[in-house]
């Protein structure tokens, strides 16, 4: 069995981190067809964690998320596309693994703690945020999903499905799935930095890319990156290392680009070593940079555009996505009951032992 589950919280519209982190790799997965079910999920109920207090901000964001999936290329011919809260048999499996897993050991998850401080919840942690690993863990199991394509970032929280797996399948019976975790193809685009040079792309620090910006929006975004503030003058060596632009050229650049936008160098390693030499100024590749990604992301702009022209299709797409994930979903959880021994009123042997215990 080979079952692909990814997916999003819909607190926004998707930006090119996603887009490099697992955008890109999900059309790929897609389209080679080596699985036997893929379910992309868009992740209300975990959104609602941290925007409890704000319900219409996710919302409204179901609809932009389901937008960007589809204009990135992904097929809900090939694909199910479903609504997490929709699926109450996820809430019910998330009550039933809590007991496996210790409130010390969600404190520790690294992805969580770093989650936290940027937060600053301080001690006033809603629980549903502290326990969304294990709301992960339901979604994943939930579908029998063995193969999670991710960034870096949320290795810890594959992780912590495994631990749940295994818990669960040593004290009731052998019925989960561990799951494993694809991450993007090259390190750079594991956790594209943010345009301010921050390690994380996030639209809460407003440093982001989005794949539905305008093109004269994109631009101002890339002249505005951070690159060497040493790096003054033209004649001034540079340096590769921490420069947001070069970071953003080593997942994005090919060959292509050079002699299309930037005739003067064959490849990214003949500009590195000009820039670092000194004589290549910063304006030169941010200029190069923003070419290479108006290039990326006009198709996609404009997919995104014509799919919004008709967005009760769209709306469609993902009740039928949800209706089929329920059928799914509510399949696996009542196996999990069963062998938990919640199955009461579909169990006769219950009733038999029930009446000869009270009968005798």
Do not use: W
Request: proline fraction near 5%; glycine fraction near 6%; aromatic fraction near 8%.
């Amino acid at each position: 069995m080979k079952n692909i589950l990814t997916g999003d919280r819909p607190t926004g519209r998707l930006h090119i981190g996603h887009y490099v982190g697992s955008l890109r790799r999900r059309v790929e997965l897609q389209n080679e067809g080596d699985y036997d079910n893929f379910y992309i999920e868009i992740a209300d109920a975990q959104a609602l964690t941290d925007n409890y207090d704000n319900p219409g901000k996710v919302r409204e964001n179901v609809l932009e998320v389901a937008l960007d999936y589809l204009a990135c290329g992904i097929d809900p011919s090939k694909v199910t596309i479903f609504i997490q809260s929709q699926v109450p048999s996820l809430c019910e499996l998330t009550f039933y693994y809590m007991n496996l897993v210790t409130l010390s050991r969600l404190e520790r998850n690294p992805t969580i703690k770093e989650e936290l401080k940027m937060r600053k919840f301080g001690s006033s942690i809603p629980a549903g945020f502290l326990t969304y690993p294990i709301s992960q863990a339901a979604d994943i199991t939930g579908f029998d999903a063995t193969i999670i394509p991710v960034g870096e970032d949320q290795l810890p929280m594959i992780e912590q499905t495994r631990e749940i797996v295994r818990s669960f399948n040593n004290i009731y019976g052998s019925i989960l799935h561990e799951p494993n975790a694809i991450l993007p193809e090259s390190e750079s685009a594991n956790r594209l930095p943010g345009i301010d040079g921050r390690a994380k792309m996030s639209k809460s620090l407003n440093n982001c890319i989005y794949l539905s910006d305008e093109p004269e929006v994109i631009k101002e975004k890339v002249m505005s990156m951070y690159t060497d503030p040493e790096h003054i003058r033209v004649e001034d060596p540079g340096k590769i290392e921490g420069n947001t632009v070069f970071t953003y050229l080593d997942v994005f650049a090919k060959p292509e680009h050079f002699e299309k936008y930037l005739s003067d160098y064959k490849n990214l390693d003949e500009l590195k070593n000009h820039y670092q030499r000194g004589g290549v100024g910063d304006v030169k590749i941010k200029l190069f940079l923003n070419n290479i990604l108006q290039e990326e992301l006009e198709p996609i702009r404009q997919r995104r555009k014509m799919l919004a022209s008709d967005i009760e299709s769209v709306y469609r797409i993902l009740e039928e996505g949800t209706k089929k994930a329920n059928l799914v979903c509510d399949e696996v959880c009542n196996n999990v009951k069963k062998l938990m021994g919640l199955n009461y009123f579909s169990d006769e042997s219950f009733l038999n032992s029930q009446r000869e215990k009270y009968n005798n």
